[in-house]
């Protein structure tokens, strides 16, 4: 079994910084593409940031320069680094990884159960 815990979430005030960390753990043979989703009340579900293996980063053009993501792949982590948060900011921050369990197997995505960042005064 895989699982990914995320923590760091909490409550922040507007201007403020927060870090999010994600480890992998379980049968792991090799981790591709990780990435950081969140989702606020009402809205769907948005791809935040994603890392690939080799360190390549995408991100939402709402964060970017903002955002850093990062991944350390001897620990099986991928960490969110949230500069000058705003209020939009605000909702449940979820990781996700591509993990092959074994050299046989195809990747499966996995996901965390997601950490409420809230961005308030």
């Known amino acids: 079994q895989v699982h990914l815990v995320e923590s760091g979430g909490g409550l922040v005030q507007p201007g403020g910084s927060l870090r999010l960390s994600c480890e992998a753990s379980g049968s792991i043979f090799s981790i591709g593409a990780m990435a950081w989703y969140r989702q606020a009340p009402g809205k769907e579900r948005e791809l935040v940031a994603t890392i690939a293996a080799g360190g390549y980063t995408v991100y939402a053009g709402s964060v970017k320069g903002r955002f850093t993501i990062s991944r350390d792949n001897a620990k099986n982590t991928v960490d969110l680094q949230m500069n000058g948060l705003k209020p939009e900011d605000t909702a449940v921050y979820s990781c996700?990884?591509?993990?092959?369990?074994?050299?046989?197997?195809?990747?499966?995505?996995?996901w965390g159960q997601g950490t409420q960042v809230t961005v308030s005064s």
């Open positions: 996700n990884a591509n993990i092959q369990i074994g050299a046989w197997a195809a990747g499966y995505v996995y």
